[in-house]
């Protein structure tokens, strides 16, 4: 099992930036995606960006030049850094994280941009 916290989400003027963060606990040997999706209100859930354990990454052509995904493998935490934030990036924020078959999702993080 993989225990997902997201951290970092909340209330920014158009332009400005915030730095989310993932923390994962219990079973983490094995995993070979992290990332963020999104969910908007009335929108399906979308990829944001992912890493993989080699630090290739992946990025949504909406949020390329302006977010940055990363990780910090000794302290079990990915970031994702958004800057030149937009009222289309409201959403609630998603940590995600596959290993095996298997898929593990945090609890959100409501990041909220205001015009």
């Known amino acids: 099992q993989v225990q997902l916290v997201e951290s970092g989400g909340g209330l920014v003027q158009a332009g400005g930036s915030l730095r989310l963060s993932c923390a994962a606990s219990?079973?983490?040997?094995?995993?070979?995606?992290m990332g963020w999706y999104r969910q908007a209100p009335g929108k399906q859930r979308e990829l944001v960006a992912t890493?993989?354990?080699?630090?290739?990454?992946n990025y949504a052509d909406f949020v390329k030049g302006r977010f940055t995904i990363s990780t910090n493998y000794a302290k079990n935490t990915v970031y994702l850094q958004m800057n030149s934030l937009k009222p289309e990036d409201t959403a609630v924020y998603y940590c995600?994280?596959?290993?095996?078959?298997?898929?593990?999702w945090g609890q959100g993080t409501q990041v909220t941009v205001s015009s």
């Open positions: 890493i993989t354990t080699d630090g290739s990454t």
């Open positions: 995600h994280v596959r290993r095996g078959v298997n898929n593990y």
């Open positions: 219990g079973s983490r040997f094995g995993i070979s995606i």
